[in-house]
Nanobody, 124 residues
Framework: QVQLVESGGGLVQAGGSLRLSCAAS????????MGWFRQAPGKERESVAR????????YYADSVKGRFAISRDNAKNTVYLQMSSLTPEDTAVYYC?????????????????WGQGTQVTVSS
């Protein structure tokens, strides 16, 4: 049984930064692409960023390019999302995900593993 556990969410002022972490347990996901999604109240879930299994290639939603950075530490079975220059529009529940097909981490469909989510709130 794989578990993804996010941490690092919280309340931050606009312009601030946060780093989210997602630790995998139950099995190693070192060969899996991993990603981050978010869902704001009343909005659909959207893919924020995803990264290949070896960390060599990362993809970002246009809305976060240049502000967010995804990375991973396979030795720790952990993926990170460094978020900077945060705006109130970034307020959402952020979910970690893993799937062996990286495109599923863009669509959110048939994703193998999901975390429980962590709330990020950006005040103006």
């Amino acid at each position: 049984q794989v578990q993804l556990v996010e941490s690092g969410g919280g309340l931050v002022q606009a312009g601030g930064s946060l780093r989210l972490s997602c630790a995998a347990s139950g099995r190693t996901l070192n060969t899996y692409p991993m990603g981050w999604f978010r869902q704001a109240p009343g909005k659909e879930r959207e893919s924020v960023a995803r990264i290949t299994w070896n960390g060599n290639i990362a993809y970002y939603a246009d809305s976060v390019k240049g502000r967010f950075a995804i990375s991973r530490d396979n030795a720790k079975n952990t993926v990170y999302l460094q978020m900077s220059s945060l705006t109130p529009e970034d307020t959402a529940v952020y979910y970690c995900a893993a799937d062996n097909v990286i495109d599923r981490l863009r669509t959110g469909l048939k994703v193998d593993y999901w975390g429980q989510g962590t709330q990020v709130t950006v005040s103006s």
